[in-house]
């Protein structure tokens, strides 16, 4: 088949199994003439030997807090496509914020000889669960995988991250430029990076503008829908204090807006409602809907890069992508 085509057998088996750069191996025309001649002479790849080259599986890990959360399933679907243009397969698990499960998951990983393994659960300021997971991660890197993080950690791997802060401090700007002085902000504990970072940098904007929270207007529940909803709950018999109940994602403010029509105040009349992640479906049924974009669907293409797309990448690499907040549906450019 080689012969055919007029190159290497290495370049042949390249073009149709994938390599690690899946359909990109190679020029387009080159696939061509091996797809061709593998057609001609009735050759077709064996999945179960490649599942099995090297002792390792065309397949990558993905670990994600919540399976159910608006966030994780655009961030789970960029991984799978990023993937499916790889040739290699996306083997989601979800540790559900538990230290132990997630303890127990990277055992389990250990043996099944992923590729790469990607971490895009919620990193947090304790320090010896994130010790913990460091030695899990060495372990699964001496074995021959890559380990990718998705988000800002203590961890000494390659990572894709976004600036929550400044993205955080550009909302609470733009919503103040806007004339509104009275917030409440909902978040999941400030023990997790990413929460800690939004609340930081909208406290920070909301500054710029002599506007500040006391700390018991600053609720902590879980980043989802539940968590929302249980935020609001702490707030009622003061709701009225407050024009904007700013959520730090969007699945969040989801909950917090079921409340709020519960117990039968109009948002975003009578209290507006924010969030972050800027979820595709939020913005179709709520056209004038304060978020941040963040680009969860290209984390996984950038994570995949890392993992898959070079022969070798420095613990310290960071590709850092760009989050726009938009405020009543309009972007705001940063300054």
Do not use: W
């Not at 807090?65 to 608006?70: A, E």
């Not at 669960?129 to 991660?137: D, S, Y």
């Not at 993205?167 to 700007?173: C, N, P, S, V």
């Not at 507006?272 to 809907?289: A, K, N």
């Amino acid at each position: 088949m080689a012969r055919l085509a007029g190159v290497s057998v290495p370049t042949a088996s390249r073009a149709l199994n994938g390599g690690v750069r899946g359909a990109q191996s190679g020029s387009p025309e080159l696939r061509q003439r091996v797809a061709d001649a593998a057609r001609a002479l009735g050759y077709s790849v064996n999945p179960a030997a490649q599942a099995t080259k090297d002792g390792r599986s065309r397949t990558v890990a993905l670990l994600v807090s919540d399976i159910d959360d608006f966030g994780s399933a655009t961030m789970i679907s960029g991984v799978m496509h990023a993937a499916e243009k790889r040739g290699v397969s996306v083997a989601v698990r979800t540790t559900r914020d538990d230290p132990l499960r997630e303890h127990e998951l990277l055992n389990q990983l250990r043996g099944e000889r992923h590729r790469a393994v990607i971490i895009a659960t919620s990193r947090t300021t304790d320090t010896h669960r994130e010790t913990a997971l460091a030695r899990q991660l060495d372990t699964l890197v001496e074995q021959g995988t890559r380990v990718v993080v998705v988000g800002d950690s203590a961890l000494d791997f390659p990572s894709v991250t976004v600036d929550n802060r400044e993205a955080a401090r550009l909302l609470a700007d733009g919503l103040a430029s806007a004339g509104l002085r009275r917030f409440a902000i909902l978040s999941a504990p400030s023990s997790e990076i990413t929460a800690r970072d939004r609340v930081e940098g909208f406290l920070a904007g909301l500054a710029e503008h002599d506007i500040t929270v006391p700390r018991a207007d600053i609720v902590h529940r879980a980043f989802s829908r539940d968590g929302g909803y249980a935020a609001v709950r702490a707030l009622e018999g003061r709701l009225e204090q407050f024009e904007v109940l700013a959520a730090m994602s969007d699945a969040m403010a989801v909950g917090a807006i079921a409340r709020l029509r519960q117990v039968g105040i109009d948002t975003p009349h009578e209290i507006e409602v924010t969030g972050f992640d800027h979820v595709p479906m939020l913005g179709d049924v709520l056209p004038r809907f304060s978020t941040v974009e963040v680009p969860l669907e290209a984390f996984g293409e950038a994570a995949l890069s890392l993992c898959l797309d070079e022969d070798e990448v420095a613990a310290s690499t960071r590709i850092a992508l760009r989050a726009v907040p938009i405020v009543r549906g309009v972007p705001v450019r940063r300054r």
